[in-house]
């Protein structure tokens, strides 16, 4: 035992000696290209002089990267995440500048701008060195990846590791199972393509494909907060108002998230999935774990509970895998620029504005967010931790502003794959064996926004529908006009009148939110959810205006007389009771489930008054977000409702052939069946009975 302790500490002093000597000519090499960084004085000095300089001034800049940088990060944990890229770089060279100030050769100097340029090169350099140095000593990787990932587990001395599996379920957002398929089968994901059966594994899949249906809110935060808590009833969409509270809630709201935690786990009685030693990475939702990182519903809270920040310091503390995961940043900046500013050039359709800040959200969702929860998963792997929950949002970032079958977003979903083939390399040197599940939480359909094609958006159509004075531009649109005249002839005002229009009084004026192509009206001076017969005595040509409308598909409203009532254009009006797959109705075109979803959404305290769903065309796939993106979710439509999951054989079957997964809520109920399987017990609820009876 003392041997091998013997040979770690030669085997770490020698990749130091080397680290420091490639640091050294590095410096070197810098002085002699860059003229406003010199290791020399001003009169010249030997060579010796100048190695000497370059060796003791690398030995103190690795010094100080190695004790004063973790301070500096800690620190920084409350600075937003956007901003972050741009400090790294400064942090970095002001380290530097320090170094050569206090080298004791007093020789060596650098402009403040030269600095930020020296330090980043060597520590990219130092990095690839160290993890060069390192890939062939599987003791010193492990050990590498414990002290990034910052995730040791405190284990009394001689306490063996679990010998039962843990399980790591990694979401792939927004990635749909249709452009999944469409991914393995061009060679953009060989990871994936390896587990399915393809070259690599001798035709032998170690994993399973599976689709899976979502409820009508077809986003993440609804779904994710099924998958990890259990129930995501009453969450309509991904924004909607609320009358009891007057508020707006939005599932990305750090306070709003927290609230739907609470909600879900007073509903079920249950913390979560993750509620025994397990891990939530870049979550919206906790799932009841202990150990967090970018966990949206723990950012709300304040005090040293909240460690949810903790995984910036546990990537970042590491000075170069700051500095490399920044150079990402920048360089994901300017490739979104490029790209951008390429398809402005081809006029592409459809397309939204890519400007603003938009380039620095990506850069953070691609590069920061995927590398720091990368790094936590590892840590948690090999930490042995029974479950582990991570989300990785890269690909709905981009597939909502380039497209889901973009070039860009499949250039996005090649890296995810290399994510998963290292995590998959990491479960080779964790202390006890890992099956990792990979699922997404919805799809993306495409199609161009609402507002493009017909020139005004849903709030304004809403208000032209109402009577309410819109914008000149919407009036002018075709839309603006049927809409018009639509009030005037419910008013019995063949003729509008000049000077005279009718408007209702502000408080009747409606809150229009929007969730992908699904859209949520709202009028807030009524304290319950009002009646189809109500808002028709109010604004007698609201509901034909949207339900004759070429882009909605179809509307959702209270009925005093049945209940649920779908409307459709051509004056179809249908109870939801009265829907099931043998008789759609106005939701033939949007598939089976469709009229479960709907009638499940009704039943939700907090549904909005309207419920507007935009249309659907099944030749091509497309939906009308009523949002700015060509690539949305959120409502039904296409390949948005139907994400995948993607599971070992070693588990069991999440339905049998003959049976379809539908809902976020049967997709938790899998995974805790998953947990059990691995003799935990990890989740500290009996089977419930319809499980026992499976």
Same mark, same amino acid.
């Given at each position: 035992?003392?041997?091998? $302790?013997? $040979?770690?500490?030669?085997?770490?002093?020698?990749?130091?000696?080397?680290?420091? @000597?490639?640091?050294?000519?590095?410096?070197?090499?810098?002085?002699?290209?860059?003229?406003?960084?010199?290791?020399?004085?001003?009169?010249?000095? =030997?060579?010796?002089?100048? !190695?000497?300089?370059?060796?003791?001034? @690398?030995?103190?800049?690795?010094?100080?990267?190695?004790?004063?940088?973790?301070?500096? /990060?800690?620190?920084?944990?409350?600075?937003?995440?956007?901003?972050?890229?741009?400090?790294?770089?400064?942090?970095?060279?002001?380290?530097?500048?320090?170094?050569?100030?206090?080298?004791?050769?007093?020789?060596?100097?650098?402009?403040?701008?030269?600095?930020?340029?020296?330090?980043?090169?060597?520590?990219?350099?130092?990095?690839?060195?160290?993890?060069?140095?390192?890939?062939?000593?599987?003791?010193?990787?492990?050990?590498?990846?414990?002290? +990034?990932?910052?995730?040791?587990?405190?284990?009394?001395?001689?306490?063996?590791?679990?010998?039962?599996?843990?399980?790591?379920?990694?979401?792939?957002?927004?990635?749909?199972?249709?452009? +999944?398929?469409?991914?393995?089968?061009?060679?953009?994901?060989?990871? *994936? !393509?390896?587990? #399915?059966?393809?070259?690599?594994?001798?035709?032998?899949?170690?994993?399973?494909?599976?689709?899976?249906?979502?409820?009508?809110?077809?986003?993440?935060?609804?779904?994710?907060?099924?998958?990890?808590?259990?129930?995501?009833?009453? /969450?309509?969409?991904?924004?909607?108002?609320?009358?009891?509270?007057?508020?707006?809630?939005?599932?990305?709201?750090?306070?709003?998230?927290?609230?739907?935690?609470?909600?879900?786990?007073?509903?079920?009685?249950?913390?979560? +999935?993750?509620?025994?030693?397990?891990?939530?990475?870049?979550?919206?939702?906790?799932?009841?774990?202990?150990?967090?990182? #970018?966990?949206?519903?723990?950012?709300?809270?304040?005090?040293?509970?909240? $460690?949810?920040?903790?995984?910036?310091?546990?990537?970042?503390?590491?000075?170069?895998?700051?500095?490399?995961?920044?150079?990402?940043?920048?360089?994901? /900046? +300017?490739?979104?620029?490029?790209?951008?500013?390429?398809?402005?050039?081809?006029?592409?359709?459809?397309?939204?504005?890519?400007?603003?800040?938009?380039?620095?959200?990506?850069?953070?969702?691609?590069? /920061?967010?995927? &590398?720091?929860?990368?790094?936590?998963?590892?840590?948690?792997?090999?930490?042995? $931790?029974?479950?582990?929950?991570? &989300?990785?949002?890269?690909?709905?970032?981009?597939?909502?502003?380039?497209?889901?079958?973009?070039?860009?977003?499949?250039?996005?979903?090649?890296?995810? &794959?290399?994510?998963?083939?290292?995590? @998959?390399?990491?479960?080779?040197?964790?202390?006890?064996?890992?099956?990792?599940?990979?699922?997404? &939480?919805?799809?993306?359909?495409?199609?161009?926004?609402?507002?493009?094609?017909?020139?005004?958006?849903?709030?304004?159509?809403?208000? !032209?529908?109402?009577?309410?004075?819109? %914008?000149?531009? !919407?009036?002018?649109?075709? =839309?603006?006009?049927?809409?018009?005249?639509?009030?005037?002839?419910?008013?019995?005002?063949?003729?509008?009148?000049?000077?005279?229009?009718?408007?209702?009084?502000?408080?009747?004026?409606?809150?229009?939110?929007?969730?992908?192509?699904?859209?949520?009206?709202?009028?807030?001076?009524?304290?319950?959810?009002?009646?189809?017969?109500?808002?028709?005595?109010?604004?007698?040509?609201?509901?034909?205006?949207?339900?004759?409308?070429?882009?909605?598909?179809? *509307?959702?409203?209270?009925?005093?007389?049945?209940?649920?009532?779908?409307?459709?254009?051509?004056?179809?009006?249908?109870?939801?009771?009265?829907?099931?797959?043998?008789?759609?109705?106005?939701?033939?075109?949007?598939?089976?489930?469709?009229?479960?979803?709907?009638?499940?959404?009704? =039943?939700?305290?907090?549904?909005?008054?309207?419920?507007?769903?935009?249309?659907?065309?099944?030749?091509?796939?497309?939906?009308?977000?009523?949002?700015?993106?060509?690539?949305?979710?959120?409502?039904?439509?296409?390949?948005?409702?139907?994400?995948?999951?993607?599971?070992?054989?070693? #588990?069991?079957?999440?339905?049998?052939?003959?049976?379809?997964?539908?809902?976020?809520?049967?997709?938790?109920?899998?995974?805790?069946?998953?947990?059990?399987?691995?003799?935990?017990?990890?989740?500290?609820?009996?089977? %419930?009975?319809?499980?026992?009876?499976?």
């Amino acid at each position: 035992m003392g041997g091998r $302790r013997w $040979r770690r500490l030669l085997s770490g002093v020698w990749r130091s000696l080397a680290v420091w @000597a490639v640091s050294t000519v590095t410096m070197l090499v810098l002085a002699g290209v860059l003229p406003d960084f010199q290791l020399e004085s001003t009169n010249g000095d =030997s060579a010796t002089r100048i !190695a000497v300089t370059a060796g003791v001034g @690398a030995a103190v800049f690795g010094l100080l990267s190695s004790l004063v940088w973790p301070l500096l /990060v800690r620190a920084l944990l409350l600075v937003p995440a956007l901003v972050l890229g741009l400090l790294v770089f400064f942090l970095n060279g002001s380290l530097l500048l320090i170094a050569l100030r206090i080298n004791p050769s007093g020789q060596g100097e650098a402009a403040p701008e030269t600095a930020v340029v020296v330090a980043a090169v060597m520590s990219a350099v130092a990095s690839a060195t160290g993890g060069a140095l390192a890939v062939r000593d599987d003791d010193a990787y492990r050990r590498r990846l414990y002290r +990034l990932a910052d995730r040791r587990r405190r284990r009394g001395d001689g306490q063996a590791w679990p010998s039962t599996p843990g399980a790591v379920f990694l979401q792939l957002d927004g990635v749909g199972h249709d452009v +999944l398929q469409e991914a393995v089968a061009k060679g953009l994901m060989p990871t *994936v !393509a390896q587990w #399915l059966g393809g070259p690599g594994e001798g035709g032998c899949p170690t994993h399973r494909l599976t689709p899976w249906r979502t409820d009508w809110s077809s986003q993440t935060g609804a779904s994710q907060l099924g998958i990890l808590h259990g129930s995501n009833h009453d /969450v309509p969409a991904f924004r909607w108002y609320e009358k009891d509270t007057h508020e707006v809630m939005v599932c990305n709201r750090p306070s709003n998230a927290a609230e739907l935690q609470r909600r879900a786990v007073e509903y079920t009685g249950d913390g979560g +999935l993750l509620t025994v030693d397990g891990a939530s990475r870049g979550n919206l939702f906790s799932g009841g774990a202990d150990q967090l990182a #970018l966990v949206l519903s723990m950012a709300a809270r304040r005090g040293r509970e909240n $460690r949810s920040r903790s995984g910036y310091f546990a990537y970042f503390s590491d000075p170069a895998n700051a500095v490399r995961t920044a150079m990402s940043f920048v360089a994901e /900046v +300017l490739r979104e620029m490029g790209q951008s500013t390429w398809a402005r050039m081809k006029k592409r359709r459809p397309r939204v504005k890519r400007g603003g800040l938009y380039p620095f959200v990506r850069a953070f969702a691609t590069v /920061v967010e995927r &590398d720091v929860v990368v790094a936590a998963v590892i840590g948690d792997m090999l930490a042995g $931790r029974n479950a582990v929950y991570a &989300d990785l949002v890269a690909y709905d970032e981009v597939a909502h502003h380039s497209g889901p079958r973009s070039r860009d977003a499949e250039k996005v979903l090649e890296r995810l &794959d290399r994510s998963l083939a290292l995590v @998959a390399k990491v479960a080779e040197h964790a202390p006890r064996p890992y099956r990792i599940v990979v699922l997404s &939480d919805h799809g993306q359909s495409p199609g161009e926004t609402f507002l493009t094609r017909y020139g005004l958006s849903l709030g304004n159509l809403v208000r !032209a529908g109402c009577g309410l004075p819109v %914008p000149r531009r !919407a009036q002018r649109t075709h =839309s603006g006009t049927e809409a018009r005249a639509a009030v005037r002839a419910a008013l019995r005002r063949p003729v509008e009148e000049r000077g005279e229009r009718h408007r209702p009084s502000r408080r009747s004026e409606p809150i229009v939110l929007a969730s992908g192509n699904l859209g949520l009206v709202s009028f807030p001076d009524m304290p319950h959810r009002m009646s189809r017969e109500e808002i028709d005595r109010r604004h007698p040509a609201l509901l034909s205006t949207l339900a004759n409308h070429p882009g909605v598909g179809f *509307v959702l409203v209270r009925s005093e007389e049945y209940g649920g009532l779908v409307l459709a254009a051509n004056g179809a009006e249908v109870p939801v009771d009265k829907l099931d797959d043998a008789r759609p109705g106005p939701l033939a075109d949007f598939g089976p489930g469709a009229a479960d979803a709907v009638r499940r959404t009704h =039943s939700f305290p907090h549904v909005a008054d309207i419920m507007v769903n935009s249309s659907y065309d099944p030749q091509e796939g497309e939906v009308l977000a009523f949002e700015e993106q060509i690539g949305s979710h959120g409502g039904l439509g296409g390949a948005q409702a139907r994400p995948f999951l993607l599971s070992p054989v070693a #588990l069991s079957v999440p339905v049998e052939d003959d049976a379809d997964l539908v809902g976020a809520e049967q997709v938790h109920r899998v995974l805790r069946r998953w947990l059990r399987e691995c003799d935990g017990p990890q989740v500290p609820l009996a089977a %419930p009975a319809d499980e026992r009876a499976a």
